[in-house]
């Protein structure tokens, strides 16, 4: 479970933070590290000391641009912010994020991507907005800012305490006699990141098309739109029924699909299995 889950960290200033950083997933057992955009060198001698021994994490850090390209394959996403916003984002904390994870990686595919802002502004909204929650840690309110290092500690530990848990509970149920459980219903895998990136997009087109969005006049509403989609963590096969009516709703309006054509043949493919036909040909 462990290896499942990836500290993202947005815009770091300070090497010894990284470093830092290294050292709190090290000691909780988490080994994925992603850095966008860095503000600062990487491995230097600050960060490799402020490893103590978890070095290896600091030199097999992942850097990329952007914070989708970080998170593309995660399918949970969650944002560490001590700041309200005008927008509420859906709100958990440190001990609920960890109760959530064996459910949230039940599946093989499943990712889950823990996001840290820059050390003098956090997140920004629209980074925030690409998360399907914001996990708040309840510090003292008279002395809230807790360092990098310290709030990736904070999370790293709930998520070791899951895991724990879970390797007790699977320790006693294969040790407790009983019937095999061979008709569970068969769990479907969530959309991605980077697929639910796309659905934003066609959705947009599609809002735009029918006239019903206008881009210079936004109003939150693609915002909206985001969390509430967030919120109800479609499954892969969801996400495609509804872009499926999306392009049907861009041809009946009267304009060009714009979605991704080179997906379509594939999208009617995984639709038509799901309902029992036999997949069409391209």
Not at 98 to 125: H, K, Q
Request: net charge negative.
């Amino acid at each position: 479970m462990l290896e499942r889950i990836r500290i993202v960290l947005i815009g770091t200033s300070h090497p010894g933070n990284i470093g830092a950083t290294a050292r709190a997933m090290h000691n909780m057992g988490l080994a994925d590290l992603a850095l966008v955009a860095p503000r600062c060198e990487v491995i230097t001698a600050d960060s490799v000391s402020r490893a103590s021994g978890a070095d290896a994490l600091v030199h097999g850090a992942r850097v990329v641009d952007s914070l989708e390209q970080a998170v593309t394959d995660c399918t949970l996403v969650v944002g560490a912010s001590a700041r309200s916003r005008t927008l509420p984002w859906p709100m958990i904390t440190p001990r609920e994020l960890g109760e959530r994870l064996p459910a949230e990686l039940a599946t093989p595919e499943a990712r889950i991507a823990l996001v840290f802002g820059r050390e003098d502004s956090g997140l920004s909204n629209a980074e925030l907005q690409r998360c399907h929650a914001h996990v708040h840690i309840p510090t003292n309110p008279d002395f809230s800012s807790l360092n990098l290092a310290a709030a990736v500690q904070v999370l790293a530990y709930e998520c070791r305490l899951a895991w724990l848990a879970q390797a007790q509970t699977q320790t006693q149920t294969q040790n407790k006699p009983g019937p095999a459980q061979d008709d569970e219903e068969e769990t479907q895998p969530l959309a991605s990141h980077e697929e639910l990136e796309h659905y934003f997009a066609h959705l947009e087109r599609a809002l735009i098309t029918i006239g019903f969005h206008d881009p210079a006049k936004p109003r939150q509403l693609m915002a909206r739109l985001r969390r509430v989609t967030l919120r109800s963590r479609p499954e892969r096969m969801e996400l495609n029924i509804l872009r499926g009516i999306l392009s049907a709703t861009e041809k009946a309006a009267g304009g060009q699909a714009l979605g991704a054509r080179g997906s379509e043949p594939e999208l009617q493919r995984e639709h038509d299995t799901h309902q029992g036909q036999k997949p069409t040909q391209d």
